[in-house]
């Protein structure tokens, strides 16, 4: 069973797709969830989930806007899509009857 | 990235390996991240860093199982070999060269670089990323040594002969990592067989002066370690060739 916060970021990683690495994953973990995410907590959950199979990490292009330093890749796995359909579902069975839990159609609409 | 803070976060960010020290630094001047905050951020990353380090045996060893005893006991060679020199330098005429001392001199100084250059081999190669502390651990010893040597014969740098091959060990340790298979039983074989006359002495036994037997497996450990890493690996690699066949 994934974490709240490995939760968060393959989401992040996942909505990214091919621009997902180190900082777009934190700057979109603060727009969604407009929680600060600090870089300790990034790159060690990156760390655990790789080991797992989840995530597959790459050096990627070194940009001038990063003063010439190379990114960090994320590539989210089928492992790991089918690990956090599992954690969302779940989430959804725990959640049905609470007086917080939200009809997604009313959510979204 | 300048300014004196930022310098504090480049210099704290180099106890990360250099590809994550590369996207750190990437990721907090794309982000545009203030100088404290880099700074708590590194720090923070540098700290579990660290803590996932020291959940392993192998800085423990490095450190406690190495570091520490061999540093006093390899400090208790190099006087020793340092004194055998002057005695002979001082006592003997040139004809006396052929006395069984200066075999012994010869022998206990290729045994003190045996041991120092091993010892140092093994916690470069086993504690890359906490050499810092197995070099303060290194440290406190020599300094408690040097405070408290007072032998006026002799300069209190004698204390420190084995220094200059642990640090050349460590160096090789840090860049190559593990030795050959046949290297590395020249190297214990080598050592077991000068370290020989020390298990037919009976001198020492309590803590203070330990017995040389004793001396012999704290120091001679590293030498066998590197045998079986070297074993383990060539191992590994045979099976993985019959595999492949």
């Not at chain 1, 069975?93 to 009809?103: E, K, N, P, Y």
């Not at chain 2, 480049?10 to 994550?20: D, G, K, Q, R």
Request: hydrophobic share 45%; charged share 15%.
């Amino acid at each position: 069973m994934l974490g709240e916060f490995e939760y968060l970021l393959i989401t992040a990683a996942a909505a990214l797709g091919e621009e997902a690495y180190g900082a777009a994953i934190r700057q979109e973990i603060a727009r969604t969830t407009g929680r600060r995410c600090s870089i300790g907590a990034l790159y060690t959950t990156i760390d655990r989930l790789e080991t797992k199979g989840f995530l597959k990490t790459w050096t990627g292009p070194a940009t001038a806007e990063r003063g010439g330093r190379a990114k960090r890749m994320v590539h989210v796995t089928a492992k790991c899509v089918h690990a956090a359909k599992g954690f969302y579902n779940a989430v959804l069975r725990v959640s049905r009857g609470s007086s917080w839990a939200v009809d997604p159609k009313e959510y979204f609409s | 990235m300048r300014g004196l803070v930022w310098t504090v976060v480049a210099t704290v960010s180099n106890l990360l390996e250099s590809h994550e020290r590369d996207a750190v630094c990437g990721d907090l001047v794309e982000c545009g991240e203030g100088a404290w905050r880099s700074l708590v951020d590194v720090l923070g990353l540098v700290i579990r860093r660290q803590s996932q380090l020291w959940k392993s045996w192998r800085p423990w060893v490095a450190g406690f199982g190495l570091v520490v005893p061999s540093s006093f006991l390899l400090m208790g060679l190099s006087v020793s070999v340092s004194g055998t020199y002057l005695h002979l330098t001082r006592h003997l005429q040139p004809s006396g060269l052929t006395d069984a001392s200066l075999i012994q001199l010869i022998l206990s100084f290729a045994l003190l670089l045996g041991w120092s250059w091993t010892g140092g081999f093994v916690v470069g190669s086993i504690s890359r990323r906490t050499l810092w502390l197995s070099s303060i651990l290194y440290c406190f010893p020599c300094l408690r040594c040097l405070r408290e040597f007072h032998i006026p014969s002799m300069s209190k740098f004698c204390l420190l002969l084995f220094l200059a091959p642990t640090i050349l060990g460590i160096e090789r340790g840090l860049r190559i990592g593990r030795i050959g298979l046949n290297a590395a039983l020249v190297f214990a074989i080598a050592i077991t067989i000068l370290a020989l006359p020390l298990w037919s002495n009976p001198a020492g036994g309590n803590w203070r002066h330990p017995s040389p037997w004793i001396l012999s497996c704290v120091l001679s450990w590293p030498a066998w370690y590197l045998v079986a890493v070297a074993g383990n690996r060539t191992r590994d690699a045979l099976i993985a060739q019959q595999e492949n066949s």
